[in-house]
């Protein structure tokens, strides 16, 4: 997956605790190059390797722009999932429209839906996702910008296949998206195999793990 295009404003990125206005052009720039540099960062780092220097470096400013935009590097973190999560919602929406795939079968749109979840696993949320996971543990407020994307998320794979799978079929699909979240959740933190994040074998049987479910879930 590329990394992130920072050349986004949207209300996801206003109002949060911690994280000071940045309004005229000049700001936002600077702005945009702490979150870009914050997202290459914690690719090979991770969030307690990664300084508020190593960030100021890395976007070629000053800390004192960084502190300028941010309270402290909790509220960056925040700031880099309510990012990256908003245009995951905002891509589910316009890619999971109902009425355009009235004609695809129930098999195919299950297949399409897990790869997407996996795919916001990976790429640029990988590392934010794995800060955040060992983060909140201290300091929980630091998971919410996820919990509600995967809330969201699940909402609209719902309204996706339950019309496809039948009456009923509603909580099943929650039950196997939990499953897959879980599944993914310990592949950021652990990594325990055999299924592997960034490994495509891992995919498909992440793939015919939920088809199995869904598609069986009313034995003889």
Known sequence: MRAARVNREGPSLQGIAGVHPSKQPRSLAKRNALIAAGLRLLRTKSFDEMTIGHIAEEAGCSVGTFYARFEDKEAFLILLQ????????????????????????????????????????????EGVLRAALVHSAAKPEI???????????VDIIV????????????????????????????????EPGPLKLNDPASHSSLVGVVKAILLYRHPA
């Open 82 to 125: 309510e990012y990256l999560f908003s245009a995951q919602v905002e891509d589910a929406r316009q890619k999971f429209m109902p009425e355009a795939w009235h004609k695809i079968e129930a098999e195919d749109a299950i297949e399409a839906v897990v790869r997407f979840v996996i795919e916001t696993f990976r790429g640029d949320a």
């Open 159 to 190: 309204s996706l296949l339950s019309p496809k799978l039948g009456g009923g079929a509603d909580e099943q699909i929650r039950l196997s998206l939990q499953m897959l979240y879980g599944a993914l959740i310990n592949m950021i933190l652990h």
């Open 143 to 153: 998971w919410e910008p996820a919990r509600r994307t995967g809330r969201e998320l």
